[in-house]
């Protein structure tokens, strides 16, 4: 049944969407909305056909608008009443499947897959931004190489990592079509077929890296101006500044900082544990805490400490910081990933680490998969001695240009 009696009107329409809570939403008459785990929201008609309960598909709230699926709902209900069985008449004369259907099944099912909330809603601006209002009313089994590339063709070049992903996105809903049987034709949007038609991604950023002057790495700030530039951070105070140090002292990802929650940190063992679920590869990582990465996070730590609380929230909203805020703390020439570049300049050329130490402290994969499978340790302990060192440094205890020695 559905949850909610009362109809329903556009605002609530909009709200019931923009929650995401999945559940069966009614407006009377058979007619409901419903919301689906992965936040995607479709219009149903609920009916009773000799003693058994049926149910037929409206449309995606993205195409149909709540007086629309009334229309629908009202026609249906009428042929109903007339004595038309709405299921037999729709498998003697198939509907075909749109693409925007077929994208709502896909991401029906491959949603919980997906890291983080963020990831959902970037794919689901591809698809409302650039890919349904090309191809989204077209049937999924008749869809062409000349269909993708009207999607393509105005953003590739300009674009350029938006639309890599964005033709993969298309090529994983036609391979779910094709897997449902529901599309026998090969797959247009492969790229051993659009490689023929469109340049390559990689030869396109070069281009544009030459043009722009630069070398397609993350700027970074020299390893001989952290020491500076950590200092600056420290005296302005504020969320965003006490992030970023954190983020420098411990060469994490910024979205790692960012969504850290205090019950993946443990302050007597000086380890904070980032599960599998937020890191790049999908494998859980820990990480050494040195005692001034410690004394931050002991300077946010809240009188009543809720696990899943962010250790870092946005000062406004106490939702996630947002990198912009991080970024608007560094120099021109520098940006927040490039601090990763800084730390392992320095830890190469200016300390006696190993290298598959400071690979490990980056949660870098080490070797081919045959020496992965013999490296079962994440060296854990000389990492400890790495990034106590790297704090140091960063404090500017370390005399530039000195080789550091490996601690006892």
């Given at each position: 049944?559905?949850?909610?009696v009362?109809k329903?009107?556009?605002?609530?329409?909009?709200?019931?969407?923009?929650?995401?809570?999945?559940?069966?939403?009614?407006?009377?008459?058979?007619?409901?909305?419903?919301?689906?785990?992965?936040?995607?929201?479709?219009?149903?008609?609920?009916?009773?056909?000799?003693?058994?309960?049926?149910e037929?598909?409206?449309?995606?709230?993205?195409?149909?608008?709540?007086?629309?699926?009334?229309?629908?709902a009202?026609?249906?209900?009428?042929?109903?009443?007339?004595?038309?069985?709405?299921?037999?008449?729709?498998?003697?004369?198939?509907?075909?499947?749109?693409?925007?259907?077929?994208s709502?099944?896909?991401?029906?099912?491959r949603?919980?897959?997906?890291k983080?909330?963020?990831?959902?809603?970037?794919?689901?601006?591809w698809?409302?931004?650039?890919?349904?209002?090309?191809?989204?009313?077209?049937d999924v089994?008749?869809?062409?190489?000349?269909?993708?590339?009207?999607?393509?063709?105005?953003?590739?070049?300009?674009?350029?990592?938006?639309?890599?992903?964005?033709?993969?996105?298309?090529?994983?809903?036609?391979?779910?079509?094709?897997?449902?049987?529901?599309?026998?034709?090969?797959?247009?949007?492969?790229?051993?077929?659009?490689?023929k038609?469109?340049?390559?991604p990689?030869?396109?950023?070069?281009t544009?890296?030459?043009?722009?002057?630069?070398?397609?790495?993350?700027?970074?700030l020299?390893?001989?101006?952290?020491?500076?530039?950590?200092?600056?951070?420290?005296?302005?105070?504020g969320?965003?500044?006490?992030?970023?140090?954190?983020?420098?002292?411990?060469?994490a990802?910024?979205g790692?900082?960012?969504?850290?929650?205090?019950?993946?940190?443990?302050?007597?063992?000086?380890?904070?544990?980032?599960?599998?679920?937020?890191?790049?590869?999908?494998?859980?990582?820990?990480?050494?805490?040195?005692?001034?990465?410690?004394e931050?996070?002991?300077?946010?730590?809240?009188?009543?400490?809720?696990?899943?609380?962010?250790?870092?929230?946005?000062?406004?909203?106490?939702?996630?910081?947002?990198?912009v805020?991080?970024?608007?703390?560094?120099?021109?020439?520098a940006?927040?990933?490039?601090?990763?570049?800084?730390f392992?300049?320095?830890?190469g050329e200016?300390?006696?680490?190993?290298?598959?130490?400071?690979?490990?402290?980056?949660?870098?994969?080490?070797?081919?998969?045959?020496e992965?499978?013999?490296?079962?340790?994440?060296?854990f302990?000389r990492?400890?001695?790495?990034?106590?060192?790297?704090?140091?440094?960063?404090?500017?205890?370390a005399v530039a240009?000195?080789?550091?020695?490996?601690?006892?």
């Open positions: 049944m559905a949850r909610v009362d329903l009107s556009p605002a609530k329409v909009a709200a019931l969407a923009k929650a995401g809570k999945p559940g069966l939403y009614g407006d009377g008459n058979g007619l409901a909305l419903r919301v689906a785990r992965g936040g995607s929201a479709s219009w149903v008609l609920r009916y009773e056909r000799a003693g058994k309960g049926h037929k598909g409206l449309g995606s709230l993205r195409l149909v608008g709540l007086a629309e699926a009334r229309g629908k009202l026609e249906y209900q009428k042929a109903l009443h007339g004595g038309v069985d709405l299921l037999a008449r729709e498998k003697a004369s198939p509907q075909p499947i749109t693409f925007s259907q077929e709502e099944k896909y991401i029906g099912v949603a919980d897959a997906w983080g909330v963020r990831t959902r809603k970037l794919r689901q601006q698809l409302d931004d650039y890919i349904l209002p090309e191809i989204g009313g077209l089994a008749t869809i062409a190489v000349a269909d993708v590339l009207r999607v393509l063709t105005p953003i590739w070049g300009t674009k350029v990592e938006a639309a890599r992903k964005i033709r993969e996105l298309i090529e994983a809903v036609l391979d779910h079509a094709i897997a449902r049987e529901v599309r026998i034709a090969e797959n247009p949007a492969r790229w051993r077929y659009l490689s038609l469109l340049q390559s990689s030869r396109i950023k070069a544009l890296n030459a043009k722009a002057g630069r070398d397609g790495h993350h700027a970074a020299p390893w001989q101006d952290v020491p500076a530039f950590m200092a600056g951070l420290a005296a302005r105070g969320m965003a500044a006490k992030a970023l140090r954190f983020l420098i002292l411990t060469a990802r910024s790692e900082v960012r969504g850290m929650r205090w019950a993946e940190v443990d302050l007597a063992g000086k380890v904070w544990a980032i599960p599998g679920s937020r890191m790049k590869a999908g494998q859980p990582h820990r990480v050494a805490l040195s005692t001034t990465a410690l931050i996070l002991l300077g946010v730590l809240p009188d009543e400490v809720k696990p899943e609380a962010l250790v870092f929230p946005g000062q406004r909203d106490g939702k996630t910081l947002s990198d805020a991080l970024s608007k703390l560094l120099p021109s020439d940006t927040v990933h490039g601090f990763r570049s800084t392992r300049t320095w830890a200016c300390t006696q680490h190993a290298r598959e130490v400071i690979e490990q402290a980056l949660a870098h994969k080490l070797g081919d998969s045959v992965q499978a013999y490296a079962r340790g994440d060296l302990q990492r400890v001695r790495l990034m106590a060192d790297w704090a140091d440094h960063c404090a500017g205890k240009g000195d080789v550091v020695q490996l601690r006892a």
